[in-house]
């Protein structure tokens, strides 16, 4: 991501941070998206830097009045004044307000710390799931369908909020489930100021040992780092870290693999 789209993602970041946020906000910008994803001759005119910027803010309040609330047409006409790299930069844009806006409702609950973990959770059982993982990637299946089979596997098992953003995962905006659901658990861990590290494995880590590496990462992560521990067989021994963009290694498979390719 440039500079400049990470410039103008923050600035809406900073629109929505300053609006009253609820369940029904989160509900209405996903409808824009959803409005906008099927149309592109609507994302194209309102992310056209071409058209003055007056016109695209009234373009967006003749289209999403009285269909949405004023807060919801507020946000994506505050959006559509900006300069994306496309159309589809500018839904991504919006999407992830609806996502940011369903993450501080359920932090105004009292709930964001559950719904971070059962995002998290819920998609490590996919991931370990061949079967399940391919039926949620299998586009010639309705997007209606397969949403429905994620509401009727958390449904009475996770809040609220988890099932609307895991069953909104099924889009696969960032190219897969499992990207696009790391995603949010992402942006749920920035709205508490934190960072997420994925341990992996080959036994549990004693309170010690969690201790110790929570410390060292968040002195890395100049933040503070939740820790989300994942068994892994194939780990051997060691541990493998996943923090960000960053991956420390230090598994009996990896020291394996370099010794292999060192006499290989």
């Known amino acids: 991501m440039s500079q400049s789209e990470e410039a103008r993602l923050s600035l809406l970041d900073h629109v929505l941070d300053g609006m009253p946020v609820s369940d029904q906000l989160a509900r209405e910008l996903f409808q824009v998206v959803d409005a906008l994803s099927a149309s592109a001759v609507l994302r194209r005119t309102l992310s056209d830097p071409a058209i003055r910027e007056a016109s695209r803010q009234g373009m967006t309040h003749a289209l999403f009045d009285g269909k949405v609330g004023e807060t919801a047409v507020q946000l994506v006409a505050e959006a559509a004044v900006q300069r994306w790299g496309g159309g589809r930069s500018f839904v991504d844009a919006l999407e992830r307000q609806a996502v940011r806006a369903q993450l501080k409702a359920a932090r105004d609950r009292g709930q964001l710390v559950e719904t971070e973990d059962e995002l998290f959770r819920f998609g490590r059982m996919v991931e370990g799931d061949s079967a399940l993982l391919a039926a949620l990637s299998n586009r010639t299946v309705p997007l209606a369908n397969r949403q429905a089979l994620v509401e009727d596997l958390l449904r009475g098992r ?18 897969n489930f499992a990207n696009t659901l790391d995603g949010y658990v992402t942006l749920a861990a920035d709205e508490q100021s934190r960072s997420i590290a994925t341990v992996r494995v080959a036994r549990p880590l004693t309170e010690e040992q969690s201790s110790r590496l929570q410390s060292v990462l968040s002195q890395q992560a100049g933040r503070d780092v939740v820790l989300q521990v994942i068994i892994d067989p194939d780990v051997l021994g060691g541990v493998r870290v996943e923090l960000g963009d960053e991956a420390i290694e230090g598994t009996v498979a990896s020291r394996l693999e370099n010794a292999r390719r060192l006499f290989g």
């Open 158 to 175: 996770a809040n609220d909020a988890t099932v609307t953003l895991a069953t909104r995962a099924v889009a696969a905006r960032e190219r």
